[in-house]
């Protein structure tokens, strides 16, 4: 589906100023949008244009874009706070990774104050391109949000269906990435045990492609790092599958092994 011309956002909120909230501020204010950003927990590290709200309601009072990277437990609170000082014409797209239910009431608390709710898909780890970050979006604001970010040059595709329908198609993908972490992981930790390490990392990467490597790299040391959060997104990927009544061994499998591996100490953390 193509998406209507519109300008940029000129003034963006960005709720949540974690890994990808703060790389998100910083690569719009080099754009050229006058950006606000909230997080109860103060980061020092963002551009000094990054205009930094004492609560949400202050952040998003005047922007034209709102965009919810708070984590998935604070997504409805944030959506509360915020949907009572939108402004006229403003758009709240909600980036965070959840189960489609969760979206859908998002998008309820966002629609009873008379404005419009984005269900953002993000497609890879923000940190790693940004703006550029391939991005799906639903729901009733999926249009005005759509536009607004391909004007910045974001890469997006707009999903016919009502708010969920992207994070639903996210979860999708979550099944297959976050399995084949799971089994890239299992197959290089057992060939350190048989003394083959190398091989079977050279083995993998052949098949993963011309990046292999750095693809391979990546899921072994990303999963490491965000074990707890990419748990929490296979159980809504579970909740999602059971819901389809579609099999799901290998995600519950997967869930097992992020368990573990977020409660590992350090040292049995190793890929």
Same mark, same amino acid.
């Given at each position: ?25 910083? !690569?719009? &204010? ?8 909230? @997080?109860?927990? #103060? +980061?020092?590290?963002?551009?000094? /244009?990054?205009?930094?709200?004492? $609560? ?5 009072? =005047?922007? !034209? %874009? ?28 909600? *980036? ?14 966002? =629609? +009873?104050?008379? +404005?419009?709710?984005?269900? &953002?898909?993000?497609?890879?780890? &923000? ?9 799906? &979006?639903?729901?009733? =604001?999926?249009?005005?949000?759509? /536009?607004? *970010? $391909?004007? %910045? ?20 993908? $979550?099944?297959?990435?976050? =399995? ?32 292999? /490597? ?6 072994? @040391? ?12 296979? #159980? ?11 099999? $799901? ?9 992020? @368990? +573990? ?7 049995? #953390?190793?890929?």
């Amino acid at each position: 589906m193509t998406t209507p011309a519109a300008p940029a956002a000129r003034t963006v909120a960005v709720l949540g100023l974690g890994e990808a909230g703060g790389r998100y501020a910083a !690569d719009l &204010v080099e754009a050229g949008c006058d950006v606000a950003g909230y @997080d109860p927990v #103060r +980061r020092d590290d963002l551009p000094a /244009a990054v205009r930094r709200a004492a $609560s949400i309601e202050a952040a998003v009072h =005047g922007a !034209d %874009l709102v965009l919810s990277l708070t984590g998935a437990a604070a997504a409805e609170a944030a959506a509360g706070a915020a949907a009572g000082a939108l402004a006229d014409g403003a758009v709240y797209a909600d *980036l965070n990774t959840t189960a489609p239910a969760r979206k859908r009431v998002v998008a309820g608390v966002i =629609g +009873r104050a008379g +404005r419009p709710m984005a269900d &953002v898909a993000v497609l890879a780890p &923000v940190p790693r391109a940004g703006l550029r970050t391939p991005l799906l &979006v639903a729901g009733p =604001g999926a249009g005005q949000a759509a /536009a607004m *970010l $391909s004007a %910045l040059a974001v890469p997006v595709e707009v999903v016919d269906g009502p708010a969920g329908a992207a994070a639903a198609r996210k979860l999708l993908r $979550s099944v297959f990435m976050k =399995g084949l972490a799971a089994v890239c992981h299992e197959a290089v930790a057992a060939a350190r045990l048989a003394g083959a390490e190398d091989w079977a990392r050279a083995q993998v990467a052949g098949e993963l492609g011309p990046d292999g /490597a750095a693809l391979l790299d990546r899921l072994l @040391d990303g999963t490491v790092r965000h074990a707890h959060r990419r748990g929490q997104e296979m #159980r809504d990927a579970l909740a999602y599958l059971d819901e389809l009544d579609a099999p $799901s061994d290998m995600t519950a499998g997967t869930i097992r092994w992020l @368990d +573990r591996l977020d409660t590992a100490p350090p040292q049995g #953390r190793q890929g």
